[in-house]
């Protein structure tokens, strides 16, 4: 049957439908497909699609609209490589994470698809499927939707799409397995510490745990300090590193999380005594590790390099296990920030200040809060021992 053709479309002998047309930038193009009108009838054994003429309409909004044919012909995984890019002075920790989605990408099938191919439904379907087939969790997921959201809006910007389609709430579709962070109740935790104290072998971890329920410090930021960062004159400790190991191996020191993160925190009488028995019982080594050009780092392991964040995750959740068995009770989940969350719940609820609180945790705001000035750091340690001894 010969039917009415408009410019531009014609016929092949294999009887698809083809539309051929000039792009915004010149280049000849062509769309194709077996039904010519919304009317026609799908052929058999031939997958639905648009008709040519629902695809010429297509073609020529988003000529209208300067939208880039085929999304640029840009896959998932170059548009998020091509995002990358401009993510220029992020911090190690943030790179590891970037580089791990790339990964994912180049061995999932999602990553290989053109992203004007991938709608709503796809992406939620993706995100889903990341969780109940391949197992990962809330927390991957949220970190991998947060490169893939930005990574499509920066396309949508650009005109290479219509509208991101990761743009959604998370929490909508995926469920949030992640263990709620408790903090210790003060009884909990003196009965942690007193058991860890006692134990044969896990004493020689008490100093250091204790430090941590009574400071607030970041893991990473514990295993930076130095020797020369406890000041005993001043009453306290002076934060402005983090410790972190790569994904390579290689040891690197960095700044805090925040500009927050640089500070001194106040020392207790009891904080400055566990410090001083961690120096003097410090390990002895042949040669100090320097890492960033720091030396004397506080915690060596047997191999006379600085411990790290995993050495004391994995060391408190033995102490846990142990616990549990031999008082045959219960303990919440305890980690390096767990520790940290304890402490500031408890200096919360005795009345700290708020700003001297924000100002010991390093946190940016008081959300998080009101900045606190370096010049009162001398009157911060004072006020902190007082509080502290009453």
Same mark, same amino acid.
């Given at each position: ?224 300090? @130095?020797? !020369?960062? /406890?000041? =005993? ?5 002076? #934060? &402005?590193?983090?410790?972190? %190991?790569?994904? $390579? ?8 999380? @925040?500009? !927050?993160? /640089?500070? =001194? ?5 009891? #904080? &400055?005594?566990?410090?001083? %028995?961690?120096? $003097? ?110």
């Amino acid at each position: 049957m010969n039917r009415k053709l408009r410019f531009g479309e014609c016929q092949n002998s294999d009887g698809r439908y083809r539309y051929t047309y000039v792009d915004a930038f010149g280049k000849k193009r062509s769309v194709y497909s077996w039904r010519l009108d919304t009317t026609d009838p799908h052929p058999e054994g031939k997958r639905h699609d648009l008709s040519l003429r629902e695809k010429e309409q297509k073609v020529a909004k988003d000529t209208y609209d300067h939208i880039a044919v085929n999304g640029g012909n840009y896959t998932v995984l170059e548009l998020v490589e091509r995002y990358l890019k401009l993510k220029t002075g992020v911090r190690q920790s943030t790179q590891i994470g970037y580089r791990t989605v790339i990964n994912l990408l180049k061995k999932d099938p999602f990553g290989s698809l053109r992203i004007d191919k991938i709608r709503l439904s796809d992406a939620k379907i993706w995100l889903i499927k990341l969780q109940r087939e391949d197992g990962k969790s809330y927390s991957s997921i949220h970190t991998i939707r947060g490169v893939l959201r930005p990574a499509f809006q920066m396309a949508e910007d650009d005109d290479l799409i219509r509208k991101n389609p990761f743009r959604f709430e998370l929490a909508t579709i995926i469920e949030n397995d992640s263990e709620p962070r408790e903090a210790l109740t003060e009884k909990q935790m003196n009965d942690y510490l007193d058991y860890v104290r006692d134990d044969d072998y896990f004493s020689r971890y008490y100093d250091g745990i204790f430090i941590l329920f009574n400071t607030g410090m970041r893991i990473s930021e514990f295993c930076g300090l @130095t020797v !020369s960062d /406890i000041d =005993f004159d001043e009453h306290r400790i002076n #934060v &402005e590193r983090q410790l972190i %190991r790569t994904s $390579s191996g290689k040891y690197i020191v960095q700044a805090p999380k @925040t500009h !927050s993160g /640089i500070r =001194f925190i106040p020392m207790t009488f009891e #904080v &400055e005594q566990a410090f001083r %028995r961690v120096i $003097s019982s410090r390990r002895r080594v042949k040669s100090e590790p320097a890492v960033g050009g720091c030396i004397g780092f506080l915690f060596l392991d047997k191999n006379g390099m600085p411990k790290l964040a995993m050495h004391w995750q994995k060391v408190m959740q033995r102490i846990r296990e142990k616990y549990c068995h031999e008082r045959l009770r219960t303990l919440p989940k305890i980690t390096p920030h767990v520790c940290r969350h304890t402490f500031c719940t408890n200096m919360a609820r005795k009345g700290m200040n708020p700003k001297m609180l924000q100002y010991i945790m390093g946190h940016a705001d008081v959300g998080v809060t009101i900045p606190v000035p370096n010049s009162n750091t001398k009157n911060h340690s004072s006020t902190y021992r007082q509080e502290q001894s009453l």
